[in-house]
């Protein structure tokens, strides 16, 4: 099948199963799967124009709600998070996405960047993982502490206080903090990150929450994929306004509509399975599989600045 915006020719199979097998196996780490299908689709069909990255947006937005619903249905979503992470990564995304259109058609350096902060992101969650956590907060290690085999229907979060400074939650007879200001500031570094390679930013706000804020990944991955969420709705938006204004540019900007929703659908249905499953895994083996992930994404990013 033929893709006239992307150029690519490809199955109509082939972006479902990929888009779901990889969305069910990082989204119960709060990671939609969009920094894999972004290399999957440059790499092996060959779409290389700045269209990628709104391609890779609409994959977002169709594909997080099948995630996001089953978080919030079992009790496990932090609005707190969730909201601060908004309010960050929704005007980065849009100043991100007009970088890339304008100034980075070969973000190398910017991407080397990008890959030696997760590089140590991911070494921080191995060591936890290999150190039982004694790195990891008294709340975080009394969680891991009381999983026996699944999360038990009690083990929702419920908002605490909530202030400029400060806001706490509880979860499973735990209360967890952490500074609404500092996620701010770092989710709009991440959105801006996101607009200009496409990926919403949870492959880099999950790992950072988890293992510097120490909060539990069982209450940041819907958070994190609600974020995600939001800010692709917006980046897909601009670029379809930025195509439309630039009807005349030599590359395509906005996004394969069919192709972007044929990811979705799978990762639809993949977000749905990754969510449910969340429960059932101990988040000791999350953070390791969280690690493993964004080492990946390093080892990626460093090796397209080096060669």
Known sequence: MHFPTSGVDVSPIVPPLVAFAISTLVSPAGVSGAFLILPFQMSVLGFTSPAVSATNLLYNVIAIPGGVSQYIREGRMAWPIAWTTLAGTLPGIVLGALVRVRYLSDARSAKFFVGLVLAWLGSRLLAEFFTGGRSSSAAKRAIEAKFSGRLPKEAVVRTRRVSLRRVDYEFWGETFSFSPLALFALSLAVGIAGGIYGIGGGAIIAP??????????????????????????????????????????????RPDWLLGMLFGIGGLAGTFVGARMQKYLPERWIRLGLGLVVLGIAASYIRQFLV
């Not at 950072?208 to 609600?226: D, E, K, Q, R």
């Not at 938006?237 to 439309?244: D, K, M, P, T």
Request: charged content about 5%.
């Open 208 to 253: 950072f929450v988890v293992s510097v804020f120490h909060l539990p990944i069982y209450t940041v991955a819907g958070a994190s994929l609600f974020g995600t969420f939001a800010t692709s709705i917006a980046g897909v938006v601009f670029f379809e306004l930025l195509g439309i204004w630039r009807e005349s540019a030599p590359v395509p900007v």
